[in-house]
């Protein structure tokens, strides 16, 4: 059994330039006001769209994004209904084969990083899955009948693409103090990420999440 931490990729991300013109000249469309594109005109376009609440003119935008974390983590992703997901299959992977390891890979849950009694709980208890897929899949299981044994901690991978507005919704809901704390461990750094590349959309999101987000940027 292999234990990993979490963690992202950003699959396919237009840089802040063309991102922020292309938002820019969707919006000015509305207005017949291309004629007040200049060269840097966009960024103080964009933060004028948000600040008036015009939102869907972001939808132009998407991002891509490859998340490496828990079944329970995107149990909660895919409830966003404005996106499109391709996740790791648990029909069609068999983790007997040598292409996983001949083992299955779980997500550390790092809440208990500082309980050792909790974590060994948690440990026997994923090897203890282990053992029984296995013994299912030498027995003749197939793996879309073996899997029903396997826990919300085993790692997938879940490709996610949105459009900004829906991202911004995502990210302002799972950074909250009421989201799932696994949730937001990956949250938190993806939003730094995304106000570091493109800051015109995400710098009141980032600013936000600062009260109350220390821990995990």
Known sequence: MKIIEPSYEILFMQNNDQLLSLVEKAGRACYKSEDKITAGSAESFVKMILKSGHHSVIEHANISVRFVCDRGVTHELVRHRLAAYSQESTRYSNYSKDKFGNEITVIRPFFWNKDPKKFAVWKRAMEQTEKAYMELLSMGARPEEARSVLP???KTEIVMTCNLREWRHIINLRCSKAAHPQIREIMFP????????????????YNKSLCYSSAFL
């Open 152 to 154: 919300n901690s085993l």
């Open 190 to 205: 993806l939003l730094s990420d995304f106000y570091s590349r493109l800051p015109a959309v995400f710098e009141d999101l």
